[in-house]
């Protein structure tokens, strides 16, 4: 049989590959409920088993299974909106994970605890905040429309955000890049591809912004916000595949790696941008608890 794939350059089955999973990202996030729902789900599933994968190289013996079923159970009460059930789960999970350990005595047992007790978070609870972040704010959505401050306009922000600060750092990476950002970790990065990345994130967040009309500075903010986060979510999961001596995730998306290796920017930005959007710009009231406070402080010292 001919390899369809093999016909191919990497740059091509990028595209290819990144397109096709961008529109059904998109398709997912617009229908939210179920389609978003199992859509996290599979990538919480898909990443927690890349996880594992790429911690047994490094000699760890994580409980998959374990994680798993947290992580599963971490995307459906959070779908069902009962995300403060999530904390129970993690804490049983967590007594599960030592009496894992006692009972098949795996070694080396804190590393192997510690390395379940991370799958549980790094493979189930951040990518719940997708979740979190489309029912922000959710009601009245008409046909083809996006409700002012509503979390589908915060998704969509967020999703371009990202994009942007992919394209941009490998634009101005490749043309302008002469100073490594993290050299022992992630050796391509340069300094000159963060910044470009960074500000065409922005101009896309204030662009967005826009069309959900929120205040300029509420998405300069948020731009800001995201495009720092996801890059930190991008070192940090070279982080882990630096030290376990592994070049990707995984192989299951054709010249892209695996799951991880496109979810990584997603896992620290979308808490971090539903924290912003949930308290400073749905509701204002940390906000106005903030302006508040500096002002007795400053009153109390005479200012």
């Known amino acids: 049989m001919v390899n369809i794939l093999g ?26 409920g179920i389609p978003l729902m199992l859509l996290v789900m599979y990538v919480a599933y898909i990443g927690s088993k890349e996880y594992v994968d790429i911690l047994q190289k490094k000699g760890f013996r ?87 401050c509503s979390g589908l306009g915060f998704l969509l922000l967020l999703f371009f955000t990202i994009l942007m600060t992919d394209v941009g750092g490998y634009v101005f990476g490749s043309k302008f890049g002469k100073h490594p950002l993290a050299p ?40 800001l916000l995201i495009t720092t986060f996801a890059q930190l979510g991008d070192l940090a999961e070279s982080l882990i595949k630096r030290d376990a001596g592994v070049k990707d995730s995984g192989n299951s998306l054709p010249g892209h790696g695996g799951f991880l290796d496109r979810a990584d920017s997603y896992l620290f930005s979308t808490p971090v941008a539903y924290f912003y959007f949930n308290y400073f710009v749905v509701s204002d009231q940390l906000t106005l608890d903030f302006l508040s406070f500096a002002r007795k402080a400053l009153n109390a010292v005479g200012l």
């Open 62 to 148: 994580p409980f998959l299974h374990l994680i798993i079923i947290a992580d599963i159970c971490f995307v459906i009460l959070t779908a069902l909106k009962r995300f403060d059930l999530v904390p129970v789960v993690l804490t049983f999970g967590t007594i599960g994970a030592f009496t894992l350990v006692l009972c098949k005595g795996r070694q080396p047992y804190i590393a192997n605890v510690a390395t379940t007790v991370l799958g549980f978070i790094y493979g189930g609870w951040l990518p719940c905040y997708v979740i979190l972040l489309r029912q922000l704010n959710q009601d009245s959505l008409g046909f083809f429309s996006i409700k002012m």
């Open 7 to 32: 016909l191919f350059n990497n740059t091509t089955l990028r595209i290819i590959t990144g397109t096709a999973i961008g529109l059904f990202v998109l398709a997912c996030v617009y229908a939210g």
């Open 184 to 223: 022992v970790v992630s050796p391509k990065k340069t300094i000159e591809g963060s910044i470009g990345g960074s500000l065409l994130a922005i101009l896309t967040a204030l662009l967005i912004g826009w069309i959900i009309h929120i205040e300029w500075y509420q998405a300069l903010i948020a731009g």
